[in-house]
């Protein structure tokens, strides 16, 4: 069975950080790129960062600079750090393992940032 399994999100006031981890099993999991998902109510999912299995990241132009991927193979693990975070930021993240036409998708974790 497959399972992407979120945790670390919460509500934060604009310019705090958070870290939010998602542990894989069922996968063999240095085989994958790691992403991470987002998505705000009545908007679209949009792509907030990506890692490749060579360790390659990039980021949303929204984001860069805020936030960073990490991946810890060993762990079968995949971080996103976000920093000054912004109201803007509000949404729920999901994690996805993708490689060629496979996709799998954590259950989501609210981030909420608020005054």
């Known amino acids: 069975q497959v399972q992407l399994v979120e945790s670390g999100g919460a509500s934060v006031q604009p310019g705090g950080s958070l870290r939010l981890s998602c542990v894989a099993s069922?996968?063999?999991?240095?085989?994958?790129?790691m992403n991470w998902y987002r998505q705000a109510p009545g908007k679209q999912r949009e792509l907030v960062a990506g890692?490749?299995?060579?360790?390659?990241?990039n980021f949303a132009d929204s984001v860069k600079g805020r936030f960073t991927i990490s991946r810890d193979n060993a762990a079968n693990a995949v971080y996103l750090q976000m920093s000054v975070l912004q109201r803007e930021d509000t949404a729920a993240y999901y994690c996805?393992?993708?490689?060629?036409?496979?996709?799998?998708w954590g259950q989501g974790t609210q981030v909420t940032v608020s005054s």
């Open positions: 069922g996968i063999v999991f240095s085989n994958y790129a």
């Open positions: 890692i490749t299995q060579r360790g390659n990241t």
């Open positions: 996805n393992a993708h490689l060629a036409n496979w996709n799998f």
